[in-house]
């Protein structure tokens, strides 16, 4: 059974840094691209990042561009998300999830649970 | 503000079939297949439609999707209470990004 499992989401203040880990069991981890994806309460989902299979390719959308950093250990079945500079606007649910597909047939085939980030003073 | 565009709400009454659209442009669902997502409330989302048309394993054949040039659209048939949820459509876009809709809240009345 495919398992995605976030954790690292706490309190912290604006300004502030925080790791995000998603450790992922069930299925060949280094086969397969993982993306991050985030969820501002009450509001809808917004792709943050993703890294291909062998961390060669490695994309951000414009929100976070300069400030976040993902990261991949394939030997230890992990997926990162480095956050830095962090603002209100980045709190948010923030869920791993599994990338399957060329980019013009590329979907989000598994999810984890989520972390919550709160970016407040 | 989504880049792909969905109506904020839709409902139904058990038994009966709604549509949820879901509209983009050339460069994201113009070159992309379309996937759909089913959020219950106070989970994570959930793959429902992939590649436009195809069901995840498990998925009612109840659920069915199309994709017209540069819109899409999300239909279930035989609506029952528990399909109560949020849906959001999704893209991938010629600037190598990943684009959702705002999403759907479905009443079940």
């Known amino acids: 059974e495919v398992q995605l499992v976030e954790s690292g989401g706490v309190l912290v203040q604006p300004g502030g840094s925080l790791r995000l880990s998603c450790s992922a069991s069930?299925?060949?981890?280094?086969?397969?691209?993982m993306s991050w994806v985030r969820q501002a309460a009450g509001r809808g989902l917004e792709w943050i990042s993703y890294?291909?299979?062998?961390?060669?390719?490695?994309y951000y959308a414009d929100s976070v561009r300069g400030r976040f950093t993902i990261s991949r250990d394939n030997a230890e079945n992990s997926l990162y998300l480095q956050m830095n500079s962090l603002t209100a606007e980045d709190t948010a649910v923030y869920y791993c999830?599994?990338?399957?597909?060329?980019?013009?047939?590329?979907?989000?085939?598994?999810w984890g649970q989520g972390t919550l980030v709160t970016v407040s003073s | 503000q989504s880049v792909l565009t969905q109506p904020p709400s839709a409902s139904g009454t058990p038994g009966q079939r709604v549509t949820i659209s879901c509209s983009g442009s050339r460069s994201d669902i113009g070159i992309s297949t379309v996937n759909w997502y089913q959020q219950l409330p106070g989970t994570a989302p959930k793959l429902l439609i992939y590649?436009?048309?195809q069901r995840p394993s498990g998925v009612p054949d109840r659920f069915s999707g199309s994709k017209s040039d540069t819109s899409a659209s999300l239909a279930i048939s035989g609506l029952q209470s528990d399909d109560e949820a949020d849906y959001y459509c999704a893209a991938w876009d010629d600037s190598l990004n990943w684009v959702f809709g705002g999403g759907t809240k479905l009443t079940v009345l």
């Open positions: 590649k436009n048309t």
């Open positions: 890294v291909s299979d062998t961390s060669r390719s490695i």
């Open positions: 999830a599994r990338v399957v597909g060329p980019f013009r047939q590329t979907y989000f085939d598994y």
């Open positions: 069930g299925f060949t981890f280094r086969s397969n691209s």
